[in-house]
């Protein structure tokens, strides 16, 4: 039988710390930062297929704020768009070369968006 490998998670998620004011039931606490207001951001679509197999996509970068409402925008924008897509790395990418739709979606929720690239 094979032993367990053990984690960090395993430890308690932290092992060692040199802090003084080191609080371990501050890990507990997560900080919600709110995303600001649409009017305050500035998105770029880009146009790729590099990496991609030759497969185009349309990647929206340079949102700011939350994991969830990067989730919500990029579901909004696929069902929009009739097509898929993910979000990775706080990039939402959408199949296809569906720009013009994608940016004319985000200014009409208030987001100065720019085209960038062909």
Do not use: W
């Amino acid at each position: 039988m094979a032993k367990k490998k053990m984690g960090l998670e395993d430890l308690g998620g932290f092992v060692f710390s040199t802090d003084k004011n080191f609080d371990p039931e501050s890990l507990n606490e997560t900080e919600q930062e709110e995303s600001p207001e649409p009017k305050d951001q500035l998105l770029e679509a880009h146009y790729s297929s590099k990496g991609r197999a030759g497969k185009k996509v349309t990647v929206v970068k340079g949102f700011i704020g939350t994991q969830e409402d990067l989730n919500a925008l990029g579901k909004d924008l696929k069902k929009k768009c009739g097509v898929g897509g993910s979000v990775k790395d706080g990039e939402i990418i959408i199949q296809g070369d569906v720009r013009d739709k994608v940016m004319s979606y985000l200014r009409e929720l208030g987001y100065k968006v720019k085209r960038i690239g062909g």
